[in-house]
């Protein structure tokens, strides 16, 4: 008996999506529930499961074809057996590399960021040792596997000599994908949709970094989670967020609609682009809630898990670049949002303090705002309140 496998539902919003890479090819044992395929949309990856054992007859689309919800993928004869039961060494080679017959390894079953990694550095596929489910390559196999090899000597092998002439300027063209165009998409949109500005302060962490050393050791063991930077900024601006309504709200039309709730977007990179999952009501929620929900949306968003309910929605963003160093930003709105909050590097700097110079744990932050519905007071007297409150966490307590 044969079964059809499509494109399942997706979803909402999402109209199409682009099938990255089959697992298994015509003749390869499945099993039920494995997954057969990687389908990208612009907004996260969906897995295509096998519906029940046999074997995967016939392929009807490629690898890099656009394909739309109920299209039909393959065909499984269930309950059939592989012709040959695959032998366990080569299985795992086979699992993640084929060879042509000119000797050009095929990657179509590696993932877009091992895939990248492997034709940047011109390496077979076949030489790596897999760690990754079904004896599939990861990056952090890719990366191991280079950090072992040879430093190159004066004189480098011949395979390794320039194929182009000396001065040659060559180059390399590399699809978008589909979340890279839908993050350019948004980009422009907001910049051309909406009168974006940008203000700045500075806060002193030294608060802070007291409560973090204070209490690190007991947060962790009754919470599960370390005690981070983000939860500060989240309650910080949610105070900031009732006293300036207007900053939490977005335009519909003619009309501002105002958010009486507080659905936070936390910016997340990951290898195939920026992310914003959501953290729902977190004005009800406590530190270790907002660290535990941020953790664990982070790993999701770099593991390909995250579903399109914790993407969707959102009143107002944070974002931090001061992880990969940057001092100061002009972040961009997260668009129908009318604000977004940038955090940056803690530098320690020499600060007056009572009268007398001390070196302080500073950080530059700032707010990029649509000037159409929110006025430069309301946007600067927002970044004094969320400065207040992180120089002085009491006031979050007592709502002052």
């Given at each position: 008996m044969t079964t059809e496998i499509k494109v399942p539902q997706l979803p909402e919003s999402v109209t199409?999506?682009?099938?990255?890479?089959?697992?298994?090819?015509?003749?390869d044992a499945v099993k039920r529930d494995e997954n057969l395929a990687d389908l990208e949309t612009d907004k996260v990856v969906l897995e295509v499961p096998a519906p029940a054992d046999g074997v995967l007859r016939e392929l009807k689309v490629e690898s890099g074809t656009v394909v739309r919800s109920g299209q039909l993928l393959a065909v499984i004869e269930a309950g059939a057996q592989a012709a040959t039961a695959p032998k366990a060494a080569p299985a795992v080679v086979e699992a993640r590399s084929e060879t042509r017959a000119d000797g050009e390894a095929s990657k179509d079953k590696l993932s877009p960021s091992v895939r990248r990694l492997v034709e940047e550095n011109r390496l077979d596929p076949g030489a790596i040792p897999a760690s990754?489910?079904?004896?599939?390559?990861?990056?952090?196999?890719?990366?191991?596997?280079?950090?072992k090899q040879p430093v190159p000597t004066a004189e480098p092998a011949p395979a390794l000599k320039p194929a182009l002439p000396a001065g040659?300027?060559?180059e390399h063209r590399v699809p978008m994908t589909r979340l890279r165009q839908r993050i350019a998409q948004r980009m422009v949109e907001a910049q051309s949709t909406q009168a974006l500005l940008t203000s700045f302060n500075e806060v002193d962490l030294t608060v802070v970094n007291e409560l973090r050393a204070r209490y690190k050791d007991r947060f962790e063991k009754e919470n599960g989670v370390k005690l981070g930077f983000m939860s500060f900024f989240v309650k910080a601006s949610i105070e900031a967020l009732k006293k300036f309504p207007v900053v939490n709200a977005s335009v519909d039309g003619s009309d501002i609609l105002y958010h009486e709730f507080y659905d936070i977007?936390?910016?997340?990179?990951t290898e195939r682009g920026l992310v914003v999952p959501v953290v729902r009501d977190a004005d009800i929620k406590g530190f270790g809630v907002i660290e535990k929900e941020i953790g664990e949306y982070a790993k999701k968003a770099r593991s390909g898990s995250l579903a399109i309910e914790d993407l969707t929605g959102g009143t107002f963003t944070i974002t931090n670049g001061g992880v990969f160093g940057s001092l100061m930003s002009t972040p961009i709105v997260n668009a129908p949002q009318s604000a977004i909050l940038g955090m940056h590097k803690i530098q320690e700097r020499p600060m007056v303090v009572g009268g007398e110079i001390r070196i302080r744990p500073m950080m530059y932050i700032?707010?990029?705002y649509d000037h159409r519905i929110i006025d430069g007071r309301e946007a600067v007297q927002f970044l004094v309140t969320v400065k207040e409150c992180l120089e002085d966490p009491g006031r979050m307590l007592l709502g002052i």
């Open positions: 199409d999506a682009t099938l990255v890479a089959w697992h298994k090819r015509p003749g990754g489910r079904d004896g599939r390559l990861t990056k952090s196999d890719v990366v191991g596997f280079l950090g040659a300027r060559a977007g936390v910016a997340v990179s700032a707010i990029t």
